[in-house]
């Protein structure tokens, strides 16, 4: 189990950049999924990015491929989301989450992308593009 703590929102017009922190303790972190999710209100939650335990495998929603970059350092225990090009759309609660692995995963096993699949999550932090 890893406790997750996310920073880097704020308010930013559109076509800015946020980079969002996800900075981890406890055990384990190297054995963990890492993906981010975002929440809108009156919206369900849903996946922005992931990427697997290993870092050499990413997940992109479509909405955000080609504008987000989704990396981890496990020497650092950290989990970040560099975001460009934002939009009011992308205006959302953004989450940090871990998912356990089974130690039998492969080094390029793709990343869970589902919320449902995820163990541990951050508190959140709000993003909000407006001019």
């Known amino acids: 189990q890893v406790r997750l703590v996310e920073s880097g929102g704020g308010l930013v017009q559109p076509g800015g950049s946020l980079t969002l922190v996800c900075a981890a ?3 384990g972190f190297g054995n963990y999924d890492m993906g981010w999710f975002r929440q809108a209100p009156g919206k369900e939650r849903d996946v922005v ?3 697997n335990w290993s ?4 997940y992109y929603a479509d909405y ?3 504008r987000f ?3 981890r350092d496990n020497s650092r225990n950290t989990a970040s989301l560099q975001m460009n090009s934002l939009e009011p759309e992308d205006t959302a609660t953004y989450y940090c989450a871990g998912a ?3 130690y039998g995963t492969t080094w390029y096993a793709p990343p869970k992308t589902i919320a449902n ?3 541990d999550w951050g508190q959140g932090t709000q993003v909000t593009v407006s001019s």
């Open 55 to 58: 870092g050499s495998k990413t």
């Open 100 to 102: 356990q692995t089974a």
């Open 69 to 71: 970059t989704i990396w």
């Open 49 to 51: 990015a992931a990427v």
């Open 117 to 119: 699949e995820y163990d």
């Open 25 to 27: 303790s406890g055990s």
């Open 64 to 66: 955000n491929k080609g």
